[in-house]
């Protein structure tokens, strides 16, 4: 491909890729380097399972977002009753700030495991860190810096690069996962870990950030509101949102896939089966992998940490002030959108604080999972009203073929929603 047309797809480029690469933080890489350790290969499926889902339901909050002007909590009040969108939207805080206690958590155990030191310092200036990122810079310099820690994520590729992978057995546990449990795996343990690995690739904050991040790059261009509504341009802008969506979930779910992959290869062979947090499997890796994929692997927690922090934040926020009507956008500065930025700050001290504790991560990160799991279906269910919605959407309401993988995503988190309650008890 020549250097002009890389260029070009990296400025078209944006929302999706950041939003796909976000979806890889601490939290999701302890859930897959579960999924790995104690299944081996057996929950490759559900990667691939995901991957058109979350291709459609990103592309619909992408599309909401572009063609209303507006973002995902501003369209909801419109179709649902205040009170609804209010729980909705206070669920969606309580999961990102958890989220966010778990992601800080496992950046300073990272940063610990690599130079020693006190945890405690690096969770506060993690912390610290994530306030200041948000607040100083502008939304352009925070894109620019955004789409430079998405290449954190390549760390995990390096570590699939470094030991060897038996890809027959890979494909044949993939297809036919049952045909090769040990006999102590329970089959709830499996439906549990099912669940988790779909809950943490499908998440509620996912669709805000990039519905949101559809808007501020309309701010940025005064005649998108103008010509939003002529064909041409339409085209042009859904295909800009098809390309950015479709390259940041198969990115996404491409660095789940070495991360499972990987953790098999080196903990699950190893007889290691039980790995509850993104630092225990950097720690894991040392004697198995070598110096050089623990050092890759911790570093790529610390990178998509960063990542993920201040998306985690600014979704709660842009779904927050959008509710109550408050000025919501990264180009403001602190003085002209105060209660926007309070949102950020308040969820980023709250998250850190909870870090803090001598909490257990593997129930921090569960508790979210249910969370984010139960309030996924009532949201996908409403973006697909709002989707399917002249009113709101004009002439450019989504396919017959989005609707199919709008609702075929809706239905399977709503699966998966009613195995977690069911082997909760």
């Known amino acids: 491909m020549p250097v002009r047309a890389i260029n070009g797809l990296a400025r078209r480029l944006g929302p999706g890729l950041i939003t796909g690469a976000a979806d890889d ?11 790995g350790s104690q299944f081996r290969f057996g929950l490759v499926w559900t990667l691939l399972l995901t991957t058109p889902l979350m291709i459609g339901i990103q592309m619909l909050s992408a599309r909401i977002g572009w063609v209303t002007g507006e973002g995902l909590a501003a369209n909801i009040a419109k179709v649902c009753p205040r009170w609804l969108t209010f729980i909705l939207v206070g669920l969606l805080v309580v999961a990102n700030t958890i989220n966010i206690a778990a992601d800080i958590g496992a ?5 610990r495991l690599l130079a020693g030191g006190p945890r405690a310092l690096y969770l506060v200036l993690f912390g610290a860190l994530s306030i200041v990122f948000h607040v100083y810079f502008s939304y352009e310099r925070t894109v620019r810096v955004l789409k430079w820690l998405t290449l954190a994520l390549f760390a995990y590729v390096a570590v699939i690069l470094s030991v060897s992978i038996p890809w027959r057995e890979v494909a044949l546990q993939s297809v036919v996962p049952w045909m090769y449990f040990p006999h102590d795996v329970l089959v709830k343990d499996y439906a549990a870990m099912v669940v988790a690995v779909l809950g943490t690739t499908i998440s509620p904050y996912l669709f805000f950030w990039q519905a ?12 998108a509101a103008e010509l939003r509504h002529h064909p041409a341009y339409a085209v042009e802008h859904l295909f800009r949102i098809k390309q950015d969506t479709y390259v940041g979930m198969l990115f996404s779910n491409a660095i789940a896939l070495c991360i499972v992959v990987a953790t098999a290869v080196t903990l699950n062979m190893s007889g290691i089966t039980d790995i509850q947090t993104s630092s225990q499997a950097a720690e894991a890796l040392r004697p198995v992998a070598g110096e050089f994929a623990f050092a890759v692997f911790a570093l790529g927690i610390i990178g998509t940490g960063l990542l993920a ?8 926020a842009y779904a927050v002030s959008e509710v109550f009507g408050w000025r919501a956008s990264l180009s403001h500065g602190f003085r002209e ?28 990160l569960v508790w979210s999972a249910i969370v984010n799991g139960v309030i996924s279906v009532p949201i996908m269910v409403v973006m697909m009203w709002i989707g399917q919605s002249e009113r709101l959407m004009g002439s450019l309401t989504i396919t017959l073929r989005h609707r199919f993988f709008g609702w075929t995503a ?6 998966a929603v009613a195995f977690m309650l069911l082997t909760s008890f």
């Open 25 to 35: 933080d601490p939290s999701g890489i302890a859930t897959y380097s579960q999924a």
């Open 107 to 111: 950046m300073g155990e990272a940063v």
């Open 212 to 223: 949101s991040q559809e808007v501020e790059d309309n701010r940025l261009r005064p005649e």
């Open 309 to 316: 922090v201040p998306v985690l934040a600014g979704s709660a």
């Open 337 to 364: 959108a105060r209660g926007f930025y309070s949102i950020i700050i308040a969820a980023t001290v709250v998250g850190t604080l909870m870090s803090t504790m001598e909490l257990d991560p593997i129930k921090a």
């Open 410 to 415: 809706t239905l399977v988190m709503a699966v």
